[in-house]
């Protein structure tokens, strides 16, 4: 037997396939890249589908990054109605997925709103004036009569139907793209350890404190320190010894060589200048007149650094560099015995010509907003 089927049956037959197809297949994308701090893919997915229809046509892109304000998200969204593409930044990553969710709502609401053409609302028919052309005509009517069956004359003062609006709603998609950029600025304070040879007698250990601005790729701060080294023994005198320090203050610059897409390791060149006192203080016994001497010295130095991100507001800084003392002061003694050595003086320690060192410190992060004028926010 034949099953013979109409067109207008096969038709609607395919009608109902096409409308199943695009009900199983219709509904919202959602995708989203952050970091392990940040919810993850399927967390956030459920958050933003939540507040959308399951067969809403809507394509959803989230992709965030780490930086010194905390967090930034890169958003691209698709609809009927165009693609909207913003760059929205918090301190939590649990603060931009919720503004995602709001922001894909409202493309969702936009685009039902664009599809649905407003109802044609007439405005109520505004009295009519008596005008000696409408009186004419009234006057006209009456005297020839009309035919009460006959189609009504076109009325030139009927009201025009509104027409659906829909600029200002263009006018505020147009209104979604993002704000100028404000830049983040971001106050540092760094407390360090140091170790390295050549500066002090066998080796060099000692800390500080460092504090400054670290804007884009460029960081500038301050920085003062003590440094000591290991007890040295006098050989011109067995008895005696010596102990020798040094403090310095200085300022340090760097730029960011490299930095990874979320921030969170970066890698610095840095150079500095600094100035102190190197100070001798003698010990032991055998040494005539010895007493505590302080000698100004200054010196520059540079090398590479690493900035690891462990929070937006914690880092561990290390870094390696050489030191050129560009004043070098010495020490000495004399026998006690002889006073012609005793002021020619023997030298017993003098720094080396070149110096290296290491730094290992933790970081603590203050981020501010500075806009365009410069005013912090």
């Known amino acids: 037997m034949n099953l013979l089927l109409d067109a207008p049956t096969l038709d609607a037959l395919l009608l109902q396939v096409a409308a199943w197809v695009l009900a199983v297949t219709a509904g919202p994308s959602v995708e989203w890249t952050a970091p392990a701090t940040c919810p993850d893919e399927p967390a956030a997915v459920q958050r933003v589908t939540a507040d959308l229809d399951t067969d809403a046509n809507l394509r959803v892109t989230a992709t ?14 698709s609809s009927p109605t165009g693609e909207t593409t913003r760059t929205l930044s918090s301190p939590r990553c649990a603060t931009l997925l919720d503004a995602v969710a709001f922001i894909a709502a409202a493309a969702q609401a936009e685009a039902r709103l664009l599809a649905s053409p407003l109802e044609d609302n007439p405005a109520p028919d505004a009295p009519l004036v008596e005008t000696p052309e409408t009186q004419t005509d009234t006057q006209t009517e009456t005297q020839t009569g009309s035919d009460p069956f006959a189609d009504p004359a076109p009325d030139k003062f009927a009201p025009t139907p509104a027409q659906p609006r829909t600029e200002p709603l263009a006018r505020a998609s147009a209104d979604t793209r993002p704000s100028p950029a404000v830049r983040p600025i971001a106050l540092h304070v760094r407390a360090y350890g140091r170790a390295g040879i050549g500066l002090m ?43 020798i320090l040094a403090w310095s203050v200085g300022l340090r610059g760097c730029a960011i060589a490299w930095s990874s897409a979320t921030g969170s390791v970066a890698f610095p060149l840095c150079a500095s200048a600094s100035a102190g ?4 203080r003698p010990g032991g016994s055998g040494l005539i007149r010895a007493q505590q001497r302080s000698i100004a010295w200054f010196a520059a130095s540079g090398g590479p650094g690493v900035i690891v991100r462990l ?31 005793e002021e020619s003086g023997g030298l017993i320690f003098r720094p080396a010509q070149v110096t290296f060192r290491t730094t290992v410190g933790i970081e603590v992060h203050f981020p501010r907003r500075i806009g365009r004028l410069g005013g912090m926010r």
């Open 201 to 243: 007698p066998r080796f060099d250990a000692g800390g500080g404190l460092a504090a400054g601005l670290g804007w884009q790729w460029l960081r500038v701060e301050a920085f003062g320190g003590v440094v000591t080294g290991a007890q040295l023994q006098i050989e011109q005198v067995s008895t005696a010894n010596a102990r």
């Open 277 to 280: 006192q190197f100070v001798g």
């Open 311 to 341: 929070t937006p507001h914690l880092s561990v800084v290390a870094d390696v560099s050489l030191l050129v003392p560009v004043r070098r002061p010495g020490f000495g003694v004399a026998e006690p015995q002889d006073q012609a050595a």
């Open 64 to 77: 965030v990054t780490a930086n010194d304000d905390g967090f930034s998200a890169e958003l691209w969204i």
